[in-house]
């Protein structure tokens, strides 16, 4: 268990929908980091926050926004969902901004169906 | 950092086989390449970070090695068991962000 929760595991919805993944953090941890995996892809990163603040971007849609909040949970909100958005969504966390040993420590992923 | 190149992309070994796969990268902005290993069904855990030239770092039977001045690094797994089958992720960076490659996805037949 890597201490990192993400909300729901499974989502199913219909194209043009719009959802609401939720992720907290390890404690401590002050980053956090959301990921997208597509069949047969690799991780894509879409953004990074740091203590409540954006800190980095990806290769993140405009259809998508993410925030942290105060108590350093994190949701990522996708709207008017296509077919290819269908993928695992993982979040990841870690200590600091950055650094030689700011080892991100991931969540069990949403999957994310768009039917 | 972009451009990340994970070879091969998959591989087959035997039970008992030792192994090794490489991560190329720009080695411009370098500041850190960490290594995951991410099982099927389960989430991408970290193996090793390093960020000095020449850095090898081990853990059991696997170790990495690093060359920042050409641009790679290597994942030597030794006498392969099934347990190892996973993806293995690599991820050089700059300071904060991180770009991890496709993998290289190990099957070990008992």
Known sequence: DSGVTQTPKHLITATGQRVTLRCSPRSGDLSVYWYQQSLDQGLQFLI???NGEERAKGNILERFSAQQFPDLHSELNLSSLELG????????????LGGPKNIQYFGAGTRLSVL | ILNVEQSPQSLHVQEGDSTNF???FPSSNFYALHWYRWETA?????????????????????SATLNTKEGYSYLYIKGSQPEDSATYLCAPGGYQKVTFGTGTKLQVIP
Request: net charge positive; glycine share 6%; aromatic share 12%.
């Open chain 2, 42 to 62: 389960k989430s991408p855990e970290a193996l090793f970070v390093m960020t000095l030239n020449g850095d090898e770092k081990k853990k059991g039977r696997i």
């Open chain 2, 22 to 24: 490489t991560c190329s």
């Open chain 1, 48 to 50: 990074q926050y740091y």
């Open chain 1, 85 to 96: 958005d269908s993928a695992l969504y993982f979040c990841a966390s870690s200590v600091a």
